[in-house]
Nanobody
């Protein structure tokens, strides 16, 4: 059974930092692309960042300078370090595991339950 369990969310003031963690089990972690998505209130879920099995990263342009995704294959864990947080970063953050697809990009077939991040002004 595949499980992705996020942790590290919470309430933080504008300009603060948080580190999200996602522990994976039941999958061959090292061969999956791992991603962080978020869903702000009333909006669609959007990609924040993703990291391939080889360590290549991709970020949504608006977060590239403030967020860092990393993974520890030995611990089956992916992280999202967030700094200089803004109220518009308020969202439920989801961890996801995916596989490459022939057309390019990735298909995320496993999702965590999400962790709430709230940035107060």
């Amino acid at each position: 059974q595949v499980q992705l369990v996020e942790s590290g969310g919470g309430l933080v003031q504008t300009g603060g930092s948080l580190r999200l963690s996602c522990a994976a089990s039941g999958i061959i972690f090292s061969i999956n692309v791992m991603g962080w998505y978020r869903q702000p209130p009333g909006k669609r879920r959007e990609l924040v960042a993703e990291v391939t099995s080889g360590g290549s990263t991709n970020y949504a342009s608006s977060e590239k300078d403030r967020f860092t995704i990393s993974r520890d294959n030995a611990k089956n864990t992916v992280y999202l370090q967030m700094s200089s947080l803004k109220p518009e970063d308020t969202a439920v953050y989801y961890c996801a595991a995916g596989v490459p697809v022939n057309s390019g990009g990735y298909y995320y077939n496993y999702w965590g339950q999400g962790t709430q991040v709230t940035v107060s002004s």
